[in-house]
Each structure stands twice: as C-alpha cells, then as structure tokens.
C-alpha cells in the first residue's frame, strides 16, 4: 500500500501562485506515475498533470504553460507550481499515483485525499 498526504492548498487572487506538495509512504518502489486531478464543485474529476520516475511530464491542456510538475524521488515527494492562477482552477487537488506510466487512467492505483485551492476574483 501506498499513502499519499497533499499540502499547499489555499486562497490565492486571480494571478497568484501555489505550490502543491504531495509526499508518498509505503511501498513505494511501486510507484512511477505520480501527478494531480482536481475536482470542481458539482463537477467531475479531471487530469491535471502527471511525472514519471524518470522525470517524463504530461499536462492537461488546460494548464500548461501556468503549472509546473516536479518531482524529488530522494523525498518521494512531487511538487506542483502553479502560476497565473484564474478561477477557473478553483477545486479540491487530489495526489494520484500508479504503477504504471501514466495516470490518464480510467482506475488509478492510489489517491490522496486531496487539498483545496481556491482563486478569487
């Protein structure tokens, strides 16, 4: 089993920076993809970004160029910068990781329990 615990979240303006952290525990030499979904009220949960071991990064379109994923396998921790914040990106920010590669998955393997950011107009 694999414990994932998110923090970093909370209220920013329009514009405005966040970084996200997500430290991993337990047996994580099973893990390679590690990244983020994000879940709107009375929305469904979308992919945000994803890294793998080796650092490959995969980003939802809607995001890319404003976040950043990183990822410090020394502290089984991965990070998510994200700049130019709208409030369009307001959600709760879950942790996901998975064996495999990728985390555009319709089962993934592990979740956190996420954390809320919120951006103000």
């Known amino acids: 089993q694999v414990q994932l615990v998110e923090s970093g979240g909370g209220l920013v303006q329009t514009g405005g920076s966040l970084r996200l952290s997500c430290a991993a525990s337990?047996?994580?030499?099973?893990?390679?993809?590690m990244g983020w979904y994000r879940q709107a009220p009375g929305a469904q949960r979308e992919y945000v970004a994803a890294?793998?071991?080796?650092?490959?990064?995969n980003y939802a379109d809607s995001v890319k160029g404003r976040f950043t994923i990183s990822r410090d396998n020394s502290k089984n921790t991965v990070y998510l910068q994200m700049n130019s914040l709208k409030p369009e990106d307001t959600a709760r920010y879950y942790c996901?990781?998975?064996?495999?590669?990728?985390?555009?998955?319709?089962?993934?393997?592990?979740w956190g329990q996420g954390t809320q950011v919120t951006v103000s107009s």
């Open positions: 337990g047996s994580i030499f099973s893990i390679n993809a």
């Open positions: 996901a990781a998975d064996a495999s590669a990728t985390l555009r998955r319709r089962v993934v393997d592990y």
């Open positions: 890294i793998t071991r080796v650092s490959s990064t």
